[in-house]
């Protein structure tokens, strides 16, 4: 079968690559271990990236992906008890109906994309027959409602529900219910985040994931079984992937080798918003060469997530050695606070 075995003591990591998979939801190894491990009774936990049925719905005329009208995100759809599909914004909760026809072109070729929560569950009941019980980042949020959870769980030898299927990670193995198999659906999702930081915080995920739990065996499935965040996860070796992802850091100036401002603006009509980083920008640019700062970067940006709850958003960020002497000076000069800006001088992350 096509996956790799990474061996450590106690547990087994199988990094399995899906470009080479006919089923690209679940892999052949995937399929042939939720099998066995049902039969044996086994407990098994599926990490899936995104609740519901699906992330979004596609025109396969036109490529058009319907977005919600108050925030530029594709618009999420979950099944309902009856059996009926509805459309959610995860941001600001809208509800919308599943459309029949693109609303760009007005083709009928439009379909869901992508696989939620929901959808795992059913391929699960239809190919093992076996039911799930899907827990969201809801559920889990806080210390208490994890103790309320946990709490609310049969022990494991009782559960009618073999399956559990989490779009999130608990701070600590459940207590009294020892998993036998953890199944990553999609371990790349978060490295298609536009950000510095992505390789790490997929490598956290990962990481943690292997070292806090004892559970034996993990399948990972992926697209880019080679891409370092992976491979080192897999690998438990936390040094060689800091080594990497220092190198890349240091090549383009990014913290810890340089510091990063974020200046954030928004308003609900659009025009204003870039009128106003506009001329923010070069007010900025004009004070880095007024003091000589030769070796800061400015630039503006569009975050990742365009608008929310109405508002249109747009950054500038800063980046390098001087920011933070040369924001002093801005605080003096420009006075943003009063101006509707929100300043992030420590920033953790460019979206």
Request: proline residues 5%; aromatic residues 14%.
């Amino acid at each position: 079968m096509n996956y790799e075995q990474f061996s450590h003591p106690h547990k087994n990591i199988f990094l399995v690559n899906m470009t080479k998979e006919l089923d690209h939801y679940f892999s052949e190894l995937t399929n042939q271990a939720i099998t066995t491990y049902l039969k044996q009774g086994k407990k098994i936990w599926i990490i899936v990236n995104k609740k519901g049925y699906s992330p979004g719905m596609i025109c396969y005329d036109c490529g058009h992906v319907p977005q919600c009208k108050k925030c530029s995100v594709a618009i999420s759809y979950h099944k309902q008890l009856n059996g009926e599909m509805i459309g959610l914004c995860h941001i600001c909760k809208t509800q919308y109906t599943l459309p029949r026809t693109c609303e760009k072109c007005w083709s009928s070729r439009i379909a869901p994309f992508g696989i939620g929560t929901q959808q795992v569950a059913e391929k699960l009941q239809s190919a093992f027959w076996a039911s799930s019980l899907i827990i969201e980042s809801e559920t889990v949020n806080s210390p208490n409602k994890i103790q309320k959870f946990l709490a609310s769980l049969p022990p494991a030898s009782q559960s009618s529900k073999p399956l559990l299927i989490w779009t999130s990670l608990l701070s600590q193995p459940l207590i009294n219910y020892p998993l036998d198999l953890i199944i990553f659906l999609n371990a790349d999702i978060g490295l298609n985040i536009p950000d510095y930081n992505a390789n790490e915080r997929n490598f956290q995920l990962l990481y943690e994931t292997f070292q806090k739990h004892t559970t034996p065996n993990f399948i990972v499935q992926s697209f880019n079984p080679h891409q370092y965040s992976i491979r080192n996860a897999c690998k438990l070796d936390k040094q060689g992937f800091y080594d990497t992802e220092y190198a890349f850091r240091k090549t383009y100036n990014y913290p810890p080798y340089s510091d990063l401002c974020v200046i954030l603006y928004k308003n609900e009509i659009e025009g204003k918003v870039f009128a106003k980083v506009d001329t923010l920008y070069k007010e900025l640019l004009y004070l880095a060469q007024k003091y000589q700062m030769k070796e800061l970067e400015i630039y503006s940006t569009p975050p990742l997530i365009y608008k929310m709850f109405g508002k249109y958003r747009y950054n500038i960020i800063l980046k390098g050695k001087e920011v933070r002497n040369f924001m002093d000076v801005v605080y003096t000069k420009l006075h943003l606070n009063a101006k509707g800006f929100k300043i992030n001088r420590e920033a953790d992350t460019i979206i």
